[in-house]
């Protein structure tokens, strides 16, 4: 018959279109995180947050010329108010 060579390629195909898909959602699900070198546990992305009275300096006072602060951050990172 004329369509002999697809019937028998047919189970062929079907595997990799499936295994082609699965292997793509199974590999959006996993972000791979690389291991720190200091041994430091991810925490994740580092997100700006509008200073609205939650920074104080070390005598207890609240820091207004603070405008942004970062989370989730290995250091401290602040962003003034006006920058010079």
């Known amino acids: 018959m004329k369509n002999d060579h697809f019937i028998a390629r047919w189970p062929v195909r079907m595997t990799l279109l499936f295994g082609t898909l699965f292997g793509h959602f199974a590999m959006a699900q996993s972000v791979y995180i690389p291991p720190s ?17 939650q920074r104080f300096d ?7 010329d603070i405008k942004f602060y970062s989370r989730n951050s290995p250091i401290g ?7 010079r």
């Open 37 to 53: 070198p200091w041994a430091d546990e991810y925490q994740g992305n580092v997100t700006y947050v509008k200073n609205q009275g």
């Open 58 to 64: 070390t005598d207890g006072a609240v820091r207004n």
């Open 77 to 83: 990172l602040t962003l003034p108010r006006k920058a």
